[in-house]
């Protein structure tokens, strides 16, 4: 019985020398714990990534070119972990084809170990998810996603995981941000419950009954929320994603760290724990920038030319900008901006409508476009939820509440980038961030008159935010629907179509203080 490689074929000889060779590991073992040499764990971390090829024009960012990097880090130390910090199946423009299933093969060949679910992981539909969770060869978690149907955790999906490695236990949970039912399409019967509550309950089980030696948050949450979850249970390490910028803090002594968006970076982090008591005594980090000076890793050219169809069709020009186009996220979710101003044209002008508006949410690239050609990705990577755009017509009364829930969220302190920012087209307002919010529009023109209250108006806007409430943008159920969003132009075709019909399929948009912050 037993193959070439077993005990019983090599002979007694060589079973004698096999059990001292273990007797021998062992006593050394023993002796670097009793002396405290230190056992070193390697965490690798990214969050956000829409796309597994490299963005910037090339420049930054693609999976093959972190798989590159994982393993050289797993040469280096064979006790490394790979996680995501949520967001990956979608929004992209290879979602709308694939339904996220170009991230999960990327994933599998780059050998993700966990990933927290995102909210943008919602807005595919539920049994597009499942059978993305099913192909995944890593481990998903979600400790406060919950199937109300049911009781139970989404999925069946694990709160947390406790990884031993080099006889440590590492405890690794997943929690999601709450507004993700307002952010997403997830569906009805699932909620999003309380993280800090979770988290107290789960961390204490991961500690004194799964007897982990380092408890990490592996978050998709505003950090805001990761600083407050800190206080909540006794983290050594939070990972989280969301923001898309390249952040480092610390709360209740706790490090908390983020990437910026499609793998520009990946954070590198050494926890080194004393081997005889199994403390964590020190973290050592660096961020590691994903540039085109690293090779592509050749176990991933199969991903490359699985989709290399899509992406050429991507490659395909739509027309040109003359005008440095400011798609930056943070520029969308705070400001005006002369990309959001063409967007909200388009959305007006394609329904006819007195109002064009759009939640910065939705401008997803964060780019900036230098002149130059435009490309159906293009296109596609600044409009890629293919909402339909619908017509709805309410009071100024409504439309002004409404502005005032677009900037409710922007003095210092209360959201950096709120998705809800609009970007608008016929009219312009002003508003002033010391007023409380609620209170804080201080004057409105509609087609150049001073908004009427009492008069109605017609919108055009995202079905997101009509029919899902999306950015809780709940007042909008005020006004009446204009024609059926299941017959609505979609927003990126209308966009598409306003770049071709511009002269020479040039398009040149500028700033023109449709937005005024005071203060």
Not at 156 to 163: K, L
Not at 252 to 268: L, N, S
Not at 289 to 313: C, H, N, S, W
Request: proline share 5%; net charge neutral.
């Amino acid at each position: 019985m037993g193959g070439p490689n077993t005990s019983e074929d090599r002979g007694p000889g060589v079973t004698v020398m096999l059990r001292s060779f273990i007797t021998i590991a062992l006593l050394l073992l023993t002796s670097a714990a009793a002396f405290g040499q230190n056992v070193r764990i390697t965490i690798l971390h990214v969050n956000d990534v829409y796309q597994f090829a490299p963005v910037d024009g090339g420049k930054r960012g693609g999976l093959a070119r972190l798989l590159t990097l994982k393993k050289a880090a797993v040469a280096e130390n064979p006790n490394t972990i790979f996680t995501l910090g949520g967001d990956t199946v979608s929004p992209s423009v290879e979602t709308r084809t694939y339904k996220g299933a170009q991230m999960i093969d990327a994933w599998n060949a780059v050998g993700l170990d966990y990933a927290v679910f995102g909210n943008h992981e919602f807005d595919i539909k539920t049994p597009d998810l499942l059978a993305r969770m099913k192909e995944s060869k890593f481990t998903w978690l979600g400790a406060n996603v919950i199937d109300t149907k049911t009781g139970r955790i989404f999925a069946d999906t694990p709160p947390y995981v406790i990884r031993e490695i080099g006889g440590i236990k590492i405890g690794i949970i997943g929690l999601l941000l709450p507004e993700t039912k307002q952010t997403s399409s997830m569906e009805e019967s699932l909620a999003v419950t309380d993280y800090c509550t979770v988290a107290k309950k789960l961390v204490k089980e991961m500690r004194s009954k799964k007897k982990a030696d380092a408890v990490i948050g592996l978050t998709h949450l505003s950090m805001t929320d990761d600083k407050k979850l800190a206080g909540c249970a006794d983290f050594d390490l939070i990972l989280g994603g969301h923001e898309h910028s390249l952040l480092q803090s610390s709360s209740y002594g706790t490090p908390i760290f983020k990437m910026t968006a499609d793998a520009r970076e990946m954070g590198k982090f050494n926890l080194n724990f004393n081997a005889a008591t199994r403390r964590l005594e020190s973290l050592d980090w660096e961020i590691v920038p994903v540039t085109d000076k690293i090779a592509d890793a050749p176990e991933f050219a199969p991903v490359f030319e699985k989709y290399r169809g899509l992406l050429e069709q991507l490659a395909v020009p739509v027309g040109a900008t003359s005008e440095r186009l400011d798609a930056l996220s943070v520029s969308c979710r705070t400001k005006e901006t002369n990309i959001g101003n063409f967007i909200a044209d388009a959305y007006r002008n394609s329904v006819n409508a007195d109002v064009g508006f759009v939640n910065g949410g939705s401008i997803r690239a964060d780019l900036t476009y230098e002149p130059g050609p435009l490309t159906k990705r293009d296109v596609l990577s600044l409009l890629p939820f293919n909402n339909p755009i619908v017509k709805v017509e309410l009071t100024g009364k409504t439309l002004k509440a409404i502005l005032e829930h677009g900037v409710a969220r922007s003095a210092p302190g209360e959201d950096g980038e709120p998705g809800r920012f609009p970007q608008i087209s016929g009219l312009r307002f002003e508003y002033d961030i010391k007023r409380p919010a609620g209170s804080r529009i201080v004057s409105v023109m509609v087609g150049g008159k001073p908004l009427d209250e009492t008069k109605s108006y017609t919108v055009a806007t995202s079905d997101f935010l009509v029919s899902r409430s999306g950015d809780g943008y709940t007042m909008f159920k005020d006004g009446k629907v204009l024609g059926s969003a299941a017959t609505a132009p979609k927003d990126s075709d209308v966009f598409e179509a306003a770049i071709r019909s511009a002269p020479n399929a040039t398009i040149a948009p500028v700033l023109d203080g449709r937005i005024k912050r005071i203060n």
